[in-house]
């Protein structure tokens, strides 16, 4: 059965940082490139980031590049988030998510994924 978890929400202040995860089982991340997607609360689902499996290109939405890094670790079937100098902007569902498809013009396409993990919250707040 194919699963993604992500892990690491939580409530951070402005100007924090946040490590999130997302393990994968039933499949291995290593001939999938895997993303990042965020929902705040009444707004449509958005790309944040993803990572190519084979060259480990990455790709970014412009309100998260310089601030985020998504980085996979394939001998634990992982793939992280790190985010810093959070605002409360970024407050939002985190969703990771793997394609086999690579295009930097269209990773954030919700279409072009086929997992889905269920979500962690992180709350940017004072």
């Known amino acids: 059965q194919v699963q993604l978890v992500e892990s690491g929400g939580g409530l951070v202040r402005p100007g924090g940082s946040r490590r999130l995860s997302c393990v994968a089982s039933?499949?291995?991340?290593?001939?999938?490139?895997m993303g990042w997607f965020r929902q705040a609360p009444g707004k449509e689902r958005t790309f944040v980031a993803a990572?190519?499996?084979?060259?480990?290109?990455?790709v970014y939405d412009d309100s998260v590049k310089g601030r985020f890094t998504i980085s996979r670790d394939n001998a634990k079937n992982t793939v992280n988030l790190q985010m810093n100098v959070l605002e409360p902007e970024d407050t939002a569902v985190y969703f990771c998510?793997?394609?086999?498809?690579?295009?930097?013009?269209?990773?954030?396409?919700?279409?072009?994924?086929?997992?889905w993990g269920q979500g962690t919250q992180v709350t940017v707040s004072s």
């Open positions: 990572i190519r499996w084979s060259t480990d290109s990455t």
């Open positions: 998510a793997a394609t086999t498809w690579w295009d930097i013009t269209s990773m954030h396409r919700i279409s072009h994924y086929v997992f």
């Open positions: 039933g499949f291995t991340i290593n001939t999938y490139n």
